[in-house]
């Protein structure tokens, strides 16, 4: 099993920018790939990033390439995601999640992730 944790979300103005965390405990971190959904009010889980176990290795959602970047300290058990450039379509809950699963759609799917956070808003005002 593993705990994820979500912190960082909050409010801010579009072009503003977030940090958001990912505090994992229980089995090893680094055993696990890293991913970032979100979900808007009325909208489905949709992918954002994803990062290979070891680091290095990222995948994006094309809508927040340039803008976001996932990262990941396994040392410190701990999984980020830098926003920058934020835009109010931006707005939704964040989830992170743990996954063993790799590969080109693979990694965009929520189904395939084992352990989920319980999320942190992030509001993104115009």
């Known amino acids: 099993q593993v705990q994820l944790v979500e912190s960082g979300g909050g409010l801010v103005q579009a072009g503003g920018s977030l940090r958001l965390s990912c505090a994992a405990s229980?089995?090893?971190?680094?055993?696990?790939?890293l991913g970032w959904f979100r979900q808007a009010p009325g909208k489905e889980r949709e992918f954002v990033a994803a990062?290979?176990?070891?680091?290095?290795?990222?995948r994006y959602e094309d809508s927040v390439k340039g803008r976001f970047t996932i990262s990941r300290d396994n040392a410190k058990n701990t999984g980020y995601l830098q926003l920058n450039v934020l835009k109010p379509e931006d707005t939704a809950v964040y989830y992170c999640?743990?996954?063993?699963?790799?590969?080109?759609?693979?990694?965009?799917?929520?189904?395939?992730?084992?352990?989920w956070g319980q999320g942190t808003q992030v509001t993104v005002s115009s």
């Open positions: 990062m290979k176990s070891s680091g290095g290795v990222a």
């Open positions: 999640a743990a996954t063993v699963y790799w590969g080109a759609q693979v990694l965009r799917e929520a189904g395939q992730y084992l352990y």
């Open positions: 229980g089995r090893t971190f680094s055993d696990y790939y």
